[in-house]
């Protein structure tokens, strides 16, 4: 159980373009998802927490109108970049959690998606 | 706030080899610790968690025990193997129902045949 899934896994698209990225839990319902990004070599950054049919917060220094984010049903969460140019190429990694009364606060990761910008 | 330090890598072992990344963190109150383990392409895969004090998970031949004394959390595997290859990432996260994780930087793991 708990499976997050990401659609695409990779999307190479011209400058200028938007891209969505979905995020979804496939066995159970997530009532908070978070969206990281990650470059070559190094950590993941946290951009931005969304719980379902609420507003995304978004971490200091990522930009709200770029990055849109939308937390539409408890199992589904897109990400969409607008305008895409070659310096938002990375690894876009989801998550999600199922919120349990009492319970350890555990994440559960998509597999990513490689978004290329040319 | 909250913060998790991990050694630097990579990490260049031979199989067989015994493995220890270690871990240190800072935090209020009482966290749950994680291990997530990432493949070359992949995401992010929970190898191993603990929730309170001495607590020790374990999972795969990986274990990492809870020292609340030492804000530690350190990996080890006695028998390492090539399918281990991958970077670690060790996270803190608090209690609370709605916080978040804090990641270490990971830790590249090479072990060779």
């Known amino acids: 159980g708990a499976v997050v899934s990401q659609h695409p896994s990779w999307v190479i698209c011209k400058s200028g373009t938007s891209v969505k990225i979905e995020c979804r839990s496939l066995?159970?319902?997530?009532?908070?998802m978070f969206w990281y990004r990650q470059f070559p070599k190094q950590s993941l950054m946290l951009m931005a927490t969304?719980?379902?049919?609420?507003?995304?917060?978004?971490e200091q220094g990522v930009e709200k109108d770029k990055f849109l984010i939308n937390h539409a049903s408890l199992t589904l969460s897109t990400l969409t970049v607008t305008s895409a140019h070659p310096e938002d190429s990375s690894f876009y990694i989801c998550s999600a959690r199922a919120l349990r009364t009492g319970g350890v606060n555990e994440q559960f990761f998509g597999p990513g998606t490689r978004l290329t910008v040319l | 706030g909250d913060s998790v330090t991990q050694m630097e890598g990579p990490v260049t072992l031979s199989e067989e080899a015994f493995l220890t990344i270690n871990c240190t963190y800072t935090a209020t109150g009482y966290p749950s610790l994680f291990w997530y383990v990432q493949y070359p392409g992949e995401g992010l895969q929970l190898l191993l968690k603990a929730t309170k004090a001495d607590d020790k998970g374990s999972n795969k031949g990986f274990e990492a025990t809870y020292r609340k004394e030492t804000t530690s959390f350190h990996l080890e595997k006695g028998s390492v193997q090539v399918s281990d290859s991958a970077v670690y990432f060790c996270?803190?996260?608090?209690?609370?129902?709605?916080?978040?994780?804090?990641f270490g930087k990971g830790t590249m793991l090479l072990v060779s045949p």
């Open positions: 996270a803190l996260s608090s209690n609370s129902g709605y916080s978040t994780l804090t």
């Open positions: 969304s719980n379902e049919g609420s507003k995304a917060t978004y």
């Open positions: 066995d159970f319902q997530a009532t908070t």
